[in-house]
């Protein structure tokens, strides 16, 4: 007998392996391409707010700590996001920057480009005063400050401190 020679044929086509790849690629590029149309991110309201939050205690923070002079927290809107600025006196303190289309609103008034919300704390980190278009905004019960992205998220600016949601009383 004799025996029979197999013909072998190249095979064409890709390894599993090569096609797996291929697809986690096309995933992380469909998800980065996806984030980068939709515009705002739904977390960009939350880290705003954050932001905000974060620099009126630090500047409260400083209040408390240098009770020899008062301490002035300035958050400008520029075009690319929000500045922060806390100075005491002529000296800059701290100086911070956030990058974000969310817009911000305080006491019913949105705070446009080239517009500064100014915020003073005294000697022993009590809210003094609050400024917005030149206008000192009463404050007794709080300031409301909204960050609005996806979604509106409160933050209230009162003598004592800051806080997070609900509205100001």
């Given at each position: 007998m004799r025996a029979q020679k197999q013909r072998t044929t190249p095979v064409?086509?890709?390894?599993?392996?090569?096609?797996?790849?291929?697809?986690l690629l096309l995933g992380v590029l469909s998800a980065?391409?996806?984030?980068?149309?939709?515009?705002?991110?739904?977390?960009?309201?939350?880290?705003?707010?954050?932001?905000?939050?974060?620099?009126?205690?630090?500047?409260?923070?400083h209040a408390t700590f240098r009770q020899d002079v008062n301490i002035l927290l300035t958050l400008t809107r520029t075009a690319a996001g929000l500045t922060a600025v806390v100075s005491g006196g002529a000296e800059i303190l701290h100086r911070d920057e956030w990058q974000s289309d969310a817009r911000i609103?305080?006491?019913?008034?949105?705070?446009?480009t080239g517009e500064s919300l100014l915020v003073g704390y005294g000697g022993s980190g009590y809210l003094r005063t609050v400024v917005l278009r030149g206008a000192a905004l009463p404050h007794a019960s709080g300031i409301a400050i909204a960050a609005i992205g996806e979604q509106l998220l409160d933050l209230c600016l009162h003598p004592s401190g800051v806080s997070r949601g609900g509205q100001c009383v």
């Open positions: 064409s086509g890709f390894t599993v392996v090569e096609m797996i790849t291929v697809l980065v391409a996806i984030s980068r149309m939709v515009g705002t991110s739904a977390y960009e309201a939350a880290l705003l707010r954050d932001f905000v939050a974060s620099q009126t205690a630090h500047a409260r923070r609103d305080v006491a019913g008034t949105e705070l446009i």
